[in-house]
């Protein structure tokens, strides 16, 4: 009954903006990329990646994003878990709690971390008062790494719960009537069962962290120079477009590399929908 | 055994939300603090409340980023509405590739999405308010389109039909039957975008040009000379409005949700 | 004390009472069929018995031992869910082998038991496939294989059938029948059809609102009713009510007819139960009631009547025709007349209006 060709016209107007505002400026940063100040061929703003300094930052970079990642599933599975098996039934309240923070300023709140992590900061008085060694992390790159978690931690948690509440309950029983206890259940059911969930989890958090510049400048204090931070100083202190357009370019063929490594591990996935 | 393992859970859900909530807690003591050290507390005071109103640059960025923030989910919430249901009735292969382009967004850097599009714009128009708008529909526009169409996806067909079949126009049947189930995902979208346009740096960062700034955008300048505690009052205001509203929402909803429940 | 047995077993969900110290024993080696509406308690009775549930009071025992606390996983019991409940992202193999590899059995072993299971539910060669590819059917019968290669020492059944189409289903009730009778272990089965319950089972218990109604043959259940619950559930009846007189004498509608019940008591309310096929059809004023055919369906093996006596409608199934507005004469060999006591508890009355 409905006209499906008539109202498939509907996404036209979407379908221009994609291609003005999603593809054209990313034939922009190749154009940049691929051209020097006059406007003539080059490679040399990819192959700058080679440079120790940006090979350096890029390292950094990938060692940050996959603690991040790493330290967000194991610490956003369990969670996860207990709030499956809270059984809620108002499931809204899960991601109310979770996107609740983002409402208050992300700068303001990476600044916090740096005033409770700071020398004389909060978390030292506190470790003082308890006759506790103090810390002096902060400007390092574990206060970059920690930053980086809890501002990424909602992306991981949110996509396991949602995959974990997909699992029939009866798929469960049955292990357990099969004789499964609960570690057993866990990992032969529960966990393969939850991957997509995962895998959407790690990709949401890898590939901002893998570029994130702003945890790095406020709680890395300049000292901490990942990939990210070069780019961005290539457009705003240095002012040379081409070569921070071919950083960028280095970087996005990371973050599809590591994503079509996830999606190898995940040869089920059907769609790329991360939420 | 049970009783620990629930204990245990409990221990490990309070310590999370204490995680996420904590820097949240720190700016809101820092919103009454009458030092304008961070970590000295000079005794309780509301004079950053009440000199809020006066402090001109944070009026000017605070209004940037409302018109910003609402122009440009508005915006994206017609866009994306209008593009989910044009894409649910396409042809598979259609839907593959709109959906394909609609995850570039969400699954570039921010950084890269941020530098690509002030690359196009700088070409067509001076950087300001209106490429932040452009720009900031571009990133949350998809989270429309993913909160839109699984409801339609879930929306029976038959549904459409009936009403057409029971003597409805399209229009009317569309309206009647196919919006009220869409638009709790409609919703959903919108607020997506707000909180997404509310909370980005790094893209407004890039496509903003000088003398434009969003309430971001000045934090970061100002993070070098200190952070004027005025901010922290407007943010703890924000964030208390926030949550009044979302609770609001959410408890409506279930309210809702409730009385379905009991009529069954 | 019997294999299976509940001791005054009670539970609640969310204050409201499924089960009320319910007394239930099964023998081993039967097919016993937990019968009833939905609500009725049969799916809980099952999953208190597979262990998903722990009763409120009461206890569970299994060949003489208290399993009240035992976890599902440490019970000699398996179970073929509702919606067959399949590992979604293991192959056919892999799930049949999954209870056995938690044994540690050999491979050896477990490839035999496989192989076995397979047969025994008419898909050999199946093992590699994946779980998608199966139909409804399939998957319910690999879902059987799952469960029995454990060798469990009972088999619980959720309604396995329920998502099956009629033919299909009736085909899976007589393989059920033959792996009860391959396994010789005891059936425990869950099903709201009274016919399935009819052909398959040993032994069948009608529950309702959380109280077995009554235990039996599958012959005792349908041609002597306890109680009108029971009566109406399994197939269709005449419940009128009436007064028992004397011993094989009951009076209902306004005409005294014999019967072969005793030990009633005199001028003892009751209600008589007359199945529609036991009614015959005769020329008016040959039986012992006159009355008017109102309607005539064809069903197939045979004419379903309704016949018009006074206040009350008659269903009469015969395989003769007659004219809607016909005078026909009713007729019914006292063999065939059932009495059954009225129901003494409220508990026991409630009925039709939760009928699936």
Redesign the interface.
Known sequence: MINKMRTSFLATPYAIWVMICTILPLFYILGYALTNDAGSFTLSNLTAIADPVHLKSLWLSIRVAFFTTAICLLLAYPVALILHNLKLTNKGLVVFLFILPMWMNFMLRILAWQIILSNNGILNSILSTLGLPTLHILYTETAVTLGMVYDFLPYMILPIYNALSKINDQVVEAAADLGANWWTTFTKVTLPLSKDGIISGIIMVFVPALSSFVVSNLLGGGKVLLIGNVIEQEFTLARNWNLGSGLSIILMIFVLLSMSVMNKVDDSENGGMPV | MNKFKKGA?SL??AL??L??????L??IV?SFNDSMS??VWGGFTLKWYANLSSNDNIMEALGTTIKITLTSSIFATI??T??A???H???KR?TAI????????????????G??????FT?FTPLGEFSVI??H??FS?P?V???VLPRLQSLS?AC??AA??LGAT?MYAFYKVVWPEIFPGVLSGFLMAL?MS??D??ITY?TKGAGVNT??TM??TQ?RKG?QPE??AL?TI??LL??AL??VI?FK??AR?EVVKNEK | MEFIQFDHVSKSYEKQLILDELDLYIKENTFVTLLGPSGCGKTTTLRLLGGFEKPDSGKIYLNGNDITALPANLRPINTVFQKYALFPHMTIEENIGFGLKIQKKSKDYINDKIKYALKLVNLDGFEKRSIDSLSGGQQQRIAIARAIVNEPKVLLLDEPLGALDLKLRQSMQYELMKIKQELGITFLYVTHDQEEALTMSDTIVVMNQGYIQQIGTPEDIYNEPENAFVADFIGESNIIEGIMIKDELVSFLGVQVPCVDKGFGTMKPVDVVIRPEDVELDAPGKGFMDGVITDCLFKGVHYELDVQCGEYEWLVHTTKYFEVGQKVSLNVIPFNIQIMNKPESEDEEVLKEDDQ
Do not use: C, Q, W
Request: a negative charge.
């Open positions: 859970s490990y859900l999370i939300f995680f996420l909530y904590a820097p949240i720190v700016l820092l961070r970590t866009l994306g209008t593009a249901i044009g894409i009735y396409m042809k259609h709109m959906l394909g382009a609609t995850n570039i967004p969400l699954l570039n850097a921010d950084i890269v999405t530098i690509s599009l002030m690359l196009l070409r452009l720009a529909i571009a526009v989270y389109i993913f909160n067909e459409f039909e057409t079949d399209p909180t509310l909370d740096f790094t890039f309430l971001s934090l970061y993070l952070i901010l922290y943010s924000l964030f926030a949550f979302l609770l959410n909803g279930s949700k």
